[in-house]
């Protein structure tokens, strides 16, 4: 600023205006009615390089010429031409100035995160001016990060099994109930296997319970590197328990796909001692059901029909798939 000072401007004032601009946490720039710039405070200096003396009286794109023809530049013929105020959306414009923490996050190309607002400002006897107003929003922006990413990993904690890390009980419930209005609505097939271990408190009581828990990520995994179809979904239904859903599949189509998981299991040849069958290895029993389109069931009688063609599996001698109808 000039340090001559016009007639009847009190120089304490003046003196305070500039300490202000110099202190406030927040980018200044103000733009005369040829887009020269007049002001630009410390916090711009700081954060952009540019020391104030570099800049001011120089045409702003000079200083900022990545600006032009952008959103910024826009906003500020906006409010010179039409006197209209600007905030710039801060999805769509997350770093428009190149302002950086330090050297250190400059060289690595790292912007600080900014709100910008662009306002028009009335001077008495002169051309109207326009201000900008940068914010440095990067805590507040790694802070919303932060909050969403925790919403996702208590999302993923409360629809995914912790021993497993397939979809758990709820998420099967919350899923079936979705798939089961969907085929409904579009009159398509609804197909659904409940899969049980086969002699699997033997297995716990001979091996114990950590070779359990091993046992029951290595079919989970293995049964769920079956399913190739992203709307197929596998869930730990409780205990040695296991529920997949399988949109628009028929019967006959879903007891193929149990037969190929079993026999998946199977390969697996994880020993089991006390299996009480042919072969001592883990094995799995596999109920199978599905509405028919017209007359499409509500989910808990596809649950009950599957658990009765489990239960039957099982009654024929287990390692076998069984289906009825609900």
């Not at 326009?130 to 914010?135: A, D, E, K, R």
């Not at 922006?141 to 925790?150: A, I, P, S």
């Not at 398509?188 to 716990?204: E, G, P, R």
């Not at 059901?289 to 029909?305: F, H, K, M, N, Y």
Request: glycine share 8%; charged share 25%.
């Amino acid at each position: 600023m000039d340090s001559k000072l016009p007639d009847g401007v009190d120089r304490h004032r003046l003196n305070l205006l500039r300490a202000v601009l110099g202190a406030v946490n927040l980018g200044a720039v103000v733009l005369d009615a040829d887009g020269r710039v007049v002001l630009w405070n410390a916090w711009m200096g700081r954060y952009s390089g540019l020391a104030p003396e570099r800049v001011v009286g120089a045409d702003f794109f000079a200083a900022c010429p990545e600006l032009r023809g952008g959103r910024v530049d826009a906003a500020i013929g906006q409010a010179l031409r039409d006197n209209f105020s600007s905030v710039l959306s801060q999805s769509l414009n997350k770093a428009p100035f190149a302002l950086h923490a330090n050297a250190a996050a400059a060289a690595r190309g790292e912007r600080l995160q900014q709100a910008v607002e662009v306002t028009p400002i009335a001077v008495d006897g002169a051309a109207r001016h326009c201000l900008i107003q940068i914010s440095d929003v990067s805590v507040a922006v790694g802070r919303e990060k932060l909050l969403r990413e925790q919403a996702m990993v208590l999302r993923s904690q409360t629809f995914a099994d912790g021993l497993t890390g397939i979809a758990n009980r709820r998420h099967f419930d919350v899923a079936l109930e979705k798939e089961h209005r969907r085929a409904k609505r579009a009159g398509t097939a609804l197909s659904l296997l409940m899969i049980d271990i086969d002699h699997f408190k033997a297995y716990n009581d001979h091996y114990g319970h950590q070779k359990g828990d091993q046992c029951l990520i290595a079919v989970a995994a293995g049964l769920a590197g079956m399913l190739k179809r992203p709307c197929d979904l596998m869930a730990r239904y409780g205990g040695e328990e296991f529920a997949v859903i399988l949109p628009e599949l028929d019967i006959g189509q879903a007891g193929r796909i149990a037969e190929t998981l079993r026999a998946r299991v199977r390969e697996l040849a994880i020993p089991h001692e006390r299996s009480g069958g042919a072969e001592p290895y883990v094995t799995v029993s596999i109920g199978v059901t599905s509405q028919r389109v017209e007359a499409p069931a509500d989910a808990a009688a596809l649950i009950g029909a599957a658990d009765r063609a489990l239960y039957q599996a099982k009654h024929q001698g287990r390692n076998r798939s069984a289906a009825q109808e609900p």
